[in-house]
Each structure stands twice: as C-alpha cells, then as structure tokens.
C-alpha cells in the first residue's frame, strides 16, 4: 500500500521537544528513523546532520524541572522515514 500523503522534508536540525525552536510539528506526524554511526537509534531527543550530532537521554536522570538530562555524541548522522 502506498502512502499518499506528502512527507515534509526532513530537516538539517530537528528537536523532539515541543518548546524548541528546532521543533517541527509536521514531521512527528510520520514516523521517523535516526543512523548514528551506521547503526539506527531508537533514543534520540535531537540532532544535527550537518555538524554531526546527536542527543540521548541518560538513564534515568532527569533536571530540576523534571526534563531528561541529554548528552551530545558526535559522529555521522542521517535520518530517514519509515
């Protein structure tokens, strides 16, 4: 079966965070998919293809305001739809 909607371009830097100005809404609508160092990531909070990075949770940990602590790996980064 063919999807007939029209996918949004995946963009350079892209939040899972509401709040960030990195966030596009339109994109979370379909399922998106995360190679970091040539092996897909499940746990990714953000990323930037064109400076090579991504961010993860750590653990369980979370700030005062009760947001996932994140931690930023660097290496090669490219996403894709499912």
């Given at each position: 079966m063919l999807d007939t909607?029209?996918?949004p371009d995946l963009p350079?830097?892209?939040?899972?965070?509401?709040?960030?100005?990195?966030h596009v809404a339109?994109?979370?609508?379909?399922?998106?998919?995360?190679?970091?160092?040539?092996?897909e990531r499940f746990d990714v909070q953000e990323y930037c293809i064109s400076?090579?990075?991504i961010k993860v949770p750590v653990g369980n940990k979370v700030d005062r305001k009760g947001n996932p602590l994140t931690i930023k790996?660097?290496?090669?980064?490219?996403?894709?739809?499912?």
């Open positions: 909607t029209q996918r350079d830097h892209l939040s899972s965070d509401a709040r960030s100005p990195h339109a994109v979370f609508e379909h399922d998106v998919g995360i190679f970091f160092k040539d092996t400076e090579g990075w790996l660097k290496g090669t980064v490219s996403a894709f739809y499912k």
